[in-house]
């Protein structure tokens, strides 16, 4: 058990923040008989575990209650205080904790009452480590009434002076009484939540990552779709100009073909010396 806080909660017993959790699966006890004698059973296990932890050192105790009845299971039980309460503290602590149980997991598979001072917890399976602490084997003679106010919980605390009076708490209200199923569906709600706050980026970036590359295909397709019709549109650009030049020049314009025709491509017995611009070749008449 770990509790801290700002206030120093030491200085008091109360046991604040109590919260009920009962299971949602129910034990087959329709017939009355089996009712009253799981109800038994149940105060039982609660009593002799209440009576353990406050005698205890420890303020823990677990337990089992191994009395067949109507061939109902076996019960399983924790219990414990703050290890700095007294055994009357104890006592006073867990005392409500059978009135909340009786009245809330009347039948049910399994339960917990927790608070900041003590806490409670059975089942129908061994659910904490090792051998139980307490082995059970008889049963109470009778469950008290639920609105009793004689204490339900009968202890045997060491003897004291005559003017000292034990600790009497009244029991106060769970603040929470909520199922296990209403705790799952809480936790899958925000389970739910997280999925989605991780998910959301990740979506946003695969989304745009996806326009990136179809916007760069699309772009690359342009450009060569461009250098195409370019291609394309050259020779006659070519053409267009070599009529231009030719018109507006007042030199005749040759073709690369009838120049290396004339000059024998370029062979040394036509080549006449070296000007400012190049090599110079005298070329044969041209036709």
Known sequence: MLRFSNKNFLATTVNEHMLVIVSIESLMVNISTRADSFRLMLFTLLNSTAQSA?????????????????????????????????????TACLQPYLQYTLKYMDGKKGGRVLGTRCSMRYEIFPFFQGDPMLRIINLAPEVPPINSTMPLITVNPPPQPQSQSPVAAAPPPPEVQATTQELHGRNSRRRALWIIAAAAPLLSIFLCAILFVVWIRRRRKGTEILHDQAAANRPEEDELVWRLEEKSSEFTLFDLSEILHATHDFSKENLLGQGGFGPVYKVNVLS
């Open 54 to 90: 406050a005698n205890s050192s420890r303020r823990f105790t677990t337990s089992r209650l191994d009395v067949s009845v109507s061939s109902l299971p076996t019960l399983y039980c924790l219990m414990q205080c703050t290890p700095d309460l007294t055994a009357d503290e104890c």
